[in-house]
């Protein structure tokens, strides 16, 4: 058990350090600020996810087709997201950062953050996204409770997060363990 617990520490600091380097990064540009905001550290827990998610080879159009990453709504971001990407690349793809208007389709994402002013429409885009290969992040209260993979939490100033296992099974996409160790599990497993 003791083993367990400290493998699991290792990993979470391990997933600290990632998270950081790519905060590091997004507040590089004069940033004279005491910490990362809220959104620089979520902005750096996409990227960490991607990296600890694996997709089918048909979620891809080529080999060398860059790995989509979406955000529809309100885009609660702004620059941190193209800042913390540019020429990263994500499992060999370039990373690649698209907003969406209500309405288009997300299909063509390998990612998608939900942002809070789509609380309405989040069942519908879930329904849309149902058994694509897309890794569905949103802070929106309860999201992985109703379908989607990923929900940011807030404990105080630190950002937590849960996954929904059965809906990442239903789109088929493998979650590293590592990742699974740290999150609140919802939805049983796949």
């Not at 400290?6 to 905060?23: P, T």
């Not at 620089?40 to 080879?57: D, I, N, V």
């Not at 999201?143 to 809906?167: D, K, Q, S, W, Y």
């Not at 099974?169 to 049983?188: D, F």
Request: with cysteine.
């Amino acid at each position: 058990m003791r083993d367990a617990q400290s493998r699991a520490q290792g990993w979470g600091r391990r997933l600290v350090r990632i998270a950081g380097w790519l905060l590091l990064t997004a507040c590089a540009v004069g940033a004279e600020k005491s910490g990362p905001s809220e959104y620089e550290m979520k902005g750096a827990f996409l990227y960490t996810f991607a990296q600890f998610t694996e997709w089918p080879a048909a979620a891809f159009d080529s080999p060398a087709a860059p790995l989509i990453n979406g955000v529809t709504g309100s885009d609660p971001f702004g620059h941190i997201l193209d800042d913390a990407r540019k020429g990263e690349s994500i499992h060999g793809r370039p990373a690649v950062i698209r907003r969406f208007q209500r309405g288009e389709s997300l299909k063509s994402c390998h990612v998608v953050f939900v942002g809070a002013s789509e609380k309405r429409q989040a069942p519908q885009i879930l329904a849309e996204l149902k058994g694509a290969n897309v890794l569905t992040i949103s802070e929106i209260d309860r999201f992985a409770c109703f379908g989607g993979i990923i929900t940011f939490t807030m404990e105080g100033p630190r950002v937590r997060f849960e996954i929904n296992l059965a809906a990442a099974g239903q789109a088929r996409l493998k979650i590293s363990s590592k990742l699974l160790k740290l999150a609140k599990i919802t939805g049983g497993a796949p």
